[in-house]
């Protein structure tokens, strides 16, 4: 019988251990020279020497017991179930949860406690977490996992990973802190709304664009407070707002027929599940962008509302400026609160909202009343504009340097020295150029490069494919139509041969690609009469807006006087938008529907008050011809 080698007899120890540990007799352990890892109930741990080193020994023997633990105390599908999407998240979430079973082997075996902290020792040596003297440089799941692991068994946290650990304590606690405001700022709001329920209105506006449940870590997402905020705006409207002026104009009638269409397209859609998903957010920011008119009678609530979108809105971009300012942008890498492209999170998406509310800002730092304009308000005023200005360039977002150009062009119209305004704008320009980052002009410089051509290249394949589809499914295919395109197209692609760069043109086929354009959004998901629909909306928009505009510039009457300019700030930001909506799927942006909302208001309270001067005019003839017939002199 030949005589087993001592690391044969080290693996079959290991084997009988972790069966014992797993109370499971098929649990075997093998040796690998990749990575370790377990594959239901085969381990695999790293090959030790022949000649059985000691460290190598603890680092096999810690992995198997922590697979064993894990196979005995894990349960993968409740695990699976609470698990979080997002990457860092998911990774916490599966260290927290190594940390707790090997916890209670820890705690229940002395044997076990040893060889799970050589291996813990060994594995750290090469942790990312010893090197860290930043937030950012420290894996988030290796020092919770450790702060776990110092809870529930007692240890103390390594020598060298406690500086990274500290780190992210302290993190962790200004996050708790932020949870603790967030959560306190939203149940204030709540409880004021019980004064003055007008208050739930602005709440939802607050909620919906910050997100504020999806910041929070703990407090916050423990309770629906989106959909808490929207059920309380209707019911305060219900219970406390006057209804004998309320109106319900055509761009509402449009933005309900739009709701109710998108909802039958979902009868038919190609994607029935995304679909679904994608119907849970955009029936409630249509909703509420009819909802919101009703509620804006006054012009208090009007600034209010439009002054709680453009803080709110601010608080991102401020920080987002901040982060920019300080070198932290860069395209894909400029982080927010929320880092998923959720809503306003999406960096091209916060460009355009970053631009199109400068306009909206300067009618503030000229005619607000809940922050009359002196310095103070001017100044913040004009440092938020700044980070605005700053989003485009931290974001690496070329969308939104086509918004300042925009924006640029259309406030030639109100300025009254245009000249000195181009100057001052070019001059600005080039002022800024020499404190723009490198990678700003290398992200630039691909407008005209082979990633441009294929950007490009992507895009009119995909709105080809498009104006196609429509052609054969007229009345749309649902949300997120785009899923079922897929077209080939010619490239130029660049390789290396030899030492030298060879580049040569290839058929590149790709599929499922979004529509990268509102218009398009529009055209594929809800077909032809969605699209019109949609186009209305805005077009009648622009009209309204230029009426105001017109109608109400030279009126002399203090109280007269906000109405023009708010109306050309909401007809900028509304271009902005469009502008903006050309090179991305943002049809059902509820910011957008918020600014639409709040035009309509506009529109309305505009149009009440000019029924209102126009009824005392002739009130006021009647009685001068009612004097005149009697031969006596008109009261005034």
Same mark, same amino acid.
């Given at each position: 019988?030949?005589?087993?080698?001592p690391?044969?007899?080290?693996?079959?120890?290991?084997s009988?251990?972790?069966?014992?540990?797993?109370?499971?007799?098929?649990?075997?352990?093998?040796?690998?020279?990749?990575?370790?890892?377990?594959?239901?109930?085969a381990?695999?741990?790293?090959?030790?020497?022949?000649?059985?080193?000691?460290?190598?020994?603890?680092?096999?023997?810690?992995?198997?017991?922590?697979?064993?633990?894990?196979?005995?105390?894990h349960?993968?599908?409740?695990?699976?179930?609470?698990?979080?999407?997002? !990457?860092?998240?998911?990774?916490?979430?599966?260290?927290?949860?190594?940390?707790?079973?090997?916890a209670?082997?820890?705690?229940?075996?002395?044997?076990?406690?040893?060889?799970?902290?050589?291996?813990?020792?060994?594995?750290?040596?090469?942790?990312?977490?010893?090197?860290?003297r930043?937030?950012?440089?420290?894996?988030?799941?290796?020092?919770?996992?450790?702060?776990?692991?110092?809870?529930?068994?007692?240890?103390?946290?390594?020598?060298?990973?406690?500086?990274?650990?500290?780190?992210?304590?302290?993190?962790?606690?200004?996050?708790?802190?932020?949870?603790?405001?967030?959560?306190l700022?939203?149940?204030?709001?709540?409880?004021?709304?019980?004064?003055?329920?007008?208050?739930?209105?602005? !709440?939802?506006?607050?909620?919906?664009i910050? !997100?504020?449940?999806?910041?929070?870590?703990?407090?916050?997402?423990?309770l629906?407070?989106?959909?808490?905020?929207?059920l309380?705006?209707?019911?305060?409207?219900?219970?406390?707002?006057?209804?004998?002026?309320?109106?319900?104009?055509l761009?509402?009638?449009?933005?309900?027929a739009?709701?109710?269409?998108?909802?039958?397209?979902?009868?038919?859609?190609?994607?029935?599940?995304?679909?679904?998903?994608?119907w849970?957010?955009?029936?409630?920011?249509?909703?509420?962008?009819?909802?919101?008119?009703?509620?804006?009678?006054?012009?208090?609530?009007?600034?209010?509302?439009? #002054?709680?979108?453009?803080?709110?809105a601010?608080?991102?971009?401020?920080?987002?400026?901040?982060?920019?300012?300080?070198?932290?942008?860069?395209?894909?890498?400029?982080?927010?609160?929320?880092?998923?492209?959720?809503?306003?999170?999406?960096?091209?998406?916060?460009?355009?909202?970053?631009?199109?509310?400068?306009p909206?800002?300067?009618?503030?730092?000229?005619?607000?009343t809940?922050?009359?304009?002196?310095?103070?308000?001017?100044?913040?005023?004009?440092?938020?504009?700044?980070?605005?200005?700053?989003?485009?360039?931290g974001?690496?977002?070329?969308?939104?340097?086509?918004?300042?150009?925009?924006?640029?062009?259309?406030?030639?119209?109100?300025?009254?020295?245009?000249?000195?305004?181009?100057?001052?704008?070019?001059?600005?320009?080039?002022?800024?150029?020499?404190?723009?980052?490198?990678?700003?002009?290398?992200?630039?410089a691909?407008?005209?490069?082979?990633?441009?051509?294929?950007?490009?290249?992507?895009?009119?394949?995909?709105?080809?494919?498009?104006?196609?589809?429509?052609?054969?499914?007229?009345?749309?295919?649902g949300?997120?139509?785009?899923?079922?395109?897929?077209?080939?197209?010619?490239?130029?692609?660049?390789?290396?041969?030899?030492?030298?760069?060879?580049?040569?043109?290839?058929?590149?086929?790709d599929?499922?690609?979004?529509?990268?354009?509102?218009?398009?959004?529009?055209?594929?998901?809800?077909?032809?009469?969605?699209?019109?629909?949609? #186009?209305?909306?805005?077009?009648?928009?622009?009209?309204?807006?230029?009426?105001?505009?017109?109608?109400?510039?030279?009126?002399?009457?203090?109280?007269?006087?906000?109405?023009?300019?708010?109306?050309?700030?909401?007809?900028?930001?509304?271009?902005?938008?469009l502008?903006?909506?050309?090179?991305?799927?943002?049809?059902?942006?509820p910011?957008?529907?918020?600014?639409?909302?709040?035009?309509?208001?506009?529109?309305?309270?505009?149009?009440?008050?000019?029924?209102?001067?126009l009824?005392?005019?002739?009130?006021?003839?009647?009685?001068?011809?009612?004097?005149?017939?009697?031969?006596?002199?008109?009261?005034?």
């Amino acid at each position: 019988m030949t005589e087993r080698s001592p690391i044969d007899a080290f693996k079959d120890v290991l084997s009988g251990v972790a069966r014992s540990i797993a109370r499971d007799l098929e649990v075997e352990v093998a040796f690998t020279a990749d990575t370790p890892h377990a594959v239901g109930k085969a381990i695999k741990v790293p090959t030790p020497a022949r000649a059985l080193p000691a460290d190598q020994v603890a680092l096999a023997r810690g992995f198997a017991d922590a697979s064993a633990l894990k196979l005995r105390y894990h349960d993968a599908k409740v695990h699976a179930s609470f698990a979080p999407g997002e !990457a860092v998240a998911r990774a916490v979430f599966d260290a927290v949860e190594q940390a707790r079973v090997e916890a209670i082997g820890s705690r229940s075996m002395a044997g076990v406690r040893a060889n799970l902290n050589e291996a813990l020792a060994l594995r750290l040596k090469s942790d990312a977490i010893r090197r860290a003297r930043s937030a950012d440089e420290v894996p988030l799941s290796t020092a919770l996992a450790l702060k776990v692991r110092e809870r529930l068994t007692g240890q103390a946290i390594p020598k060298d990973a406690a500086p990274g650990v500290a780190i992210a304590k302290a993190v962790t606690r200004a996050v708790r802190m932020l949870d603790a405001a967030l959560f306190l700022t939203v149940m204030g709001m709540f409880l004021l709304g019980l004064r003055r329920p007008f208050i739930w209105v602005l !709440a939802y506006l607050y909620i919906d664009i910050l !997100a504020p449940q999806k910041i929070g870590w703990t407090l916050t997402p423990m309770l629906p407070i989106s959909f808490i905020a929207f059920l309380l705006a209707f019911a305060g409207w219900a219970v406390a707002d006057p209804k004998a002026e309320t109106r319900f104009t055509l761009r509402q009638g449009i933005l309900a027929a739009l709701l109710v269409y998108c909802f039958l397209s979902m009868q038919w859609a190609d994607f029935p599940v995304d679909a679904a998903f994608k119907w849970e957010w955009v029936w409630k920011a249509l909703v509420f962008a009819i909802f919101l008119p009703v509620t804006l009678i006054t012009r208090l609530r009007i600034e209010a509302a439009a #002054l709680v979108l453009t803080l709110t809105a601010g608080a991102i971009i401020i920080s987002a400026g901040m982060k920019t300012a300080l070198g932290g942008g860069g395209y894909g890498s400029l982080y927010f609160f929320v880092n998923d492209n959720s809503n306003i999170y999406e960096s091209s998406t916060l460009a355009t909202v970053a631009i199109a509310l400068i306009p909206i800002i300067l009618w503030f730092m000229r005619h607000g009343t809940i922050f009359p304009p002196d310095r103070r308000v001017r100044t913040f005023g004009g440092a938020l504009i700044f980070a605005c200005l700053l989003i485009p360039v931290g974001t690496e977002a070329r969308t939104g340097l086509v918004c300042i150009a925009v924006l640029g062009l259309l406030m030639l119209r109100d300025v009254k020295n245009r000249m000195m305004y181009l100057l001052a704008a070019g001059a600005v320009g080039v002022m800024a150029l020499p404190f723009l980052p490198a990678s700003y002009y290398e992200r630039m410089a691909t407008l005209g490069s082979v990633e441009s051509d294929q950007s490009a290249s992507t895009r009119m394949q995909v709105w080809s494919w498009t104006l196609d589809y429509a052609a054969e499914n007229p009345l749309g295919g649902g949300f997120d139509a785009y899923r079922g395109n897929e077209f080939t197209y010619r490239l130029p692609v660049t390789r290396e041969e030899g030492g030298a760069l060879v580049t040569e043109i290839e058929n590149v086929t790709d599929s499922g690609r979004a529509y990268h354009s509102s218009f398009f959004e529009m055209l594929g998901e809800q077909g032809w009469p969605g699209l019109i629909m949609w #186009l209305a909306l805005h077009a009648l928009g622009l009209f309204q807006m230029e009426r105001i505009r017109r109608r109400w510039r030279d009126r002399e009457a203090p109280a007269e006087q906000w109405q023009g300019p708010l109306a050309s700030a909401l007809q900028f930001a509304n271009i902005i938008y469009l502008v903006g909506a050309s090179f991305q799927g943002i049809a059902y942006q509820p910011v957008f529907l918020m600014l639409i909302g709040l035009q309509i208001a506009l529109s309305t309270y505009c149009a009440k008050h000019d029924s209102a001067r126009l009824e005392v005019e002739r009130k006021a003839l009647r009685d001068a011809r009612r004097a005149a017939a009697s031969g006596k002199p008109a009261m005034p």
